[in-house]
């Protein structure tokens, strides 16, 4: 249930994301979602990919600082409330959500949400039993 | 082999003393005879070349200055006619005209006995093989450790700096001993060795030899555990030589300065007045073995102290300690003293590796301070609390060590200037 997120480390200066997304492209990576957390100084990117050891290897080789992260995702019904009672339910169980985004899913009417959280064992038990589907590591690096 | 010239290396402080005054006497009649800037300062001053009569009477003479040479751009402190120069060296000056200097083949040949000395003390023989990746040209670093090596009877592999795979390959196939350039190219070295997949635990290398920039003791364990060697410092500068004024022993406990030939004192750098051993405060050299240009009293700006007595390796010479700092790479912001070797201290003491370099600039009337660091993998994380945590801890360990408020940057990986030579650490934006 555990999904490997790509962490990019990405220095505030010009032609940088192109340069990481060119070096996806030409190693076949697929990005499925991406979020980028800004500071003044710096970004962090990260991705979701069909082949989150091999964009590791990739971008490491090419000098950068990378590292792979657990996350959870969840799929929830694309209607007004769809989030609301999946984030409910980890509130109730008092477990943070460090960060967290979201992208549509392209063939039915649900989203997908990507989460990060302090203890993502207790996330899953936690959302499994408030009946929120979960989304297995092959189902999201295929969608 | 101990040493290279044990008689002198060993000498007693009298006899050292002795040869010490008899070449004083002798440099500052030369001095008066055929430079100049000295007959025209010594005439100001009312001296005459036989008020000099021995060591004890040093302190009566004028300083020599770095700008000294510049008004004197290139030739005119020279004590020789050109015929007998057979070498000239020059370092680029960070401002202005270079620093232009000149050897006899005495001078050359005193030069290369020190620097034989220094690889003697630091463990070398014959049997090494030398491998120089000082630069070779004007700066004295390449030929001088050539030259040295030479002198020794070592085999001296004259590699010169740059293109680092290539250096390492060389280490390798040619089984190089002995190591010599700047301290941040050895972290470098290091570096690559690592990025190549090599052991280093496999190759025969055993000594370095470092200088030509300041390092810490901090940085000279991370290069003795990176390329498993031991790393000496080695001290000069090339108004009074080149590197080789003086060195480490295998003690590791200062440098032993070659005094029969270069003799130092520590002053005050506000009153001029000498300071006693132990005592901080601005090395001056006399080139008391030279011919071609035997400055009397130079003033290096480097901060150091001096000891004297026997050390644990037999040697008498005076030791210098590893200068603090320079009095002119020494940075004032918001009046506050800041050498870069702090902020290298610093890194080291967190476990992260020495590479930075410091932003100076003045917005409003205010002076501010960045320190760029390199992320590295064991900083980085998914989370900018994770990363802002880190650049707290560094601001407040730099706090406590410099007094004063840095703002501390990160930045990628290899993004920052990694020169060959001598590394780039600090740029002052501020118009003054």
Redesign the interface.
């Known amino acids: 249930m555990i999904i490997k997120q790509l962490s990019v480390f990405v220095e505030n200066k010009k032609g940088r994301m192109a340069e990481i997304t060119d070096i996806l492209a030409k190693n076949d990576i697929d990005i499925r979602a991406l979020s980028i957390a800004d500071t003044t100084d710096y970004g962090i990117l990260r991705l979701i990919v069909d082949n989150p050891q091999k964009a590791q290897e990739t971008l490491k080789s090419a000098g950068m600082t990378v590292t792979l992260t657990g996350v959870i995702a969840i799929a929830i019904p694309d209607k007004p409330g769809g989030l609301s009672s999946a984030v409910k339910v980890l509130s109730e169980k008092d477990i943070q959500i460090e960060y967290m985004y979201a992208f549509l899913n392209p063939t039915d009417d649900t989203a997908f949400v990507i989460m990060r959280v302090e203890n993502e064992d207790n996330a899953i038990d936690a959302l499994t039993k408030g009946g929120i589907r979960l989304m297995k590591e092959e189902d999201i690096y295929t969608i | 082999m101990k040493f290279y010239t044990q008689e002198i290396e060993t000498a007693s402080r009298e006899q050292l003393r002795e040869i010490q005054s008899e070449r004083l006497c002798q440099m500052v009649k030369r001095c008066y005879e055929n430079v100049p800037h000295y007959r025209r300062k010594f005439d100001e001053m009312g001296l005459k070349p036989e008020d000099i009569k021995s060591i004890d009477d040093l302190h009566k003479l004028p300083f020599t200055y770095k700008d000294d040479l510049r008004d004197n751009y290139p030739y005119n402190l020279f004590a020789v006619p050109k015929e007998e120069v057979v070498r000239i060296h020059a370092s680029s000056g960070t401002t202005g005209k270079q620093t232009v200097v000149g050897y006899t083949q005495h001078d050359l040949d005193i030069w290369a006995e020190s620097v034989a000395r220094a690889i003697v003390a630091m463990g070398g023989s014959k049997s090494d093989y030398v491998h120089v990746s000082y630069g070779y040209g004007l700066f004295t670093g390449g030929l001088g450790l050539h030259d040295g090596a030479t002198r020794l009877g070592a085999s001296v592999i004259p590699v010169s700096s740059g293109n680092t795979k290539r250096q390492i390959q060389i280490m390798q196939d040619f089984k190089s001993d002995i190591l010599c350039c700047t301290p941040s190219y050895a972290m470098f070295i290091g570096e690559t060795c690592k990025e190549m997949g090599i052991d280093t635990k496999e190759l025969p290398l055993k000594i370095g030899i470092f200088g030509a920039e300041a390092w810490s003791e901090n940085m000279r364990r991370e290069i003795e555990k990176s390329l498993n060697i031991k790393a000496y410092d080695i001290y000069g500068l090339s108004e009074i030589a080149g590197p080789g004024v003086a060195f480490e022993c295998t003690d590791q406990s200062g440098m032993h300065v070659n005094e029969d030939y270069f003799y130092p004192e520590i002053i005050d750098p506000e009153t001029g007045e000498n300071l006693p051993d132990g005592e901080y405060g601005e090395l001056v050299f006399t080139c008391i073995g030279k011919e071609a240009l035997p400055l009397i009293r130079y003033r290096t700006r480097d901060i150091c102290a001096l000891t004297r007595g026997t050390c644990a390796c037999g040697r008498t010479l005076v030791k210098m300690a590893k200068p603090k700092g320079r009095t002119d790479d020494m940075l004032i912001i918001r009046g506050v003293n800041v050498f870069p070797s702090q902020v290298e201290h610093v890194l080291l003491s967190l476990n992260m590796e020495p590479n930075y370099q410091i932003v100076v600039d003045r917005i409003g009337n205010l002076d501010t301070m960045e320190v760029k660091i390199e992320?590295?993998?064991d900083m980085?994380?998914?989370?900018?609390k994770a990363?802002?945590g880190y650049e707290r801890k560094i601001s407040a360990a730099l706090q406590q060590t410099l007094n004063i408020a840095a703002k501390v940057?990160?930045?990628?990986?290899?993004?920052l200037p990694r020169s060959e030579g001598k590394a780039v650490r600090v740029i002052d934006n501020r118009k003054i």
């Open positions: 992320m590295s993998q980085f994380s998914d989370q900018v990363i802002a940057t990160l930045v990628e990986p290899k993004s």
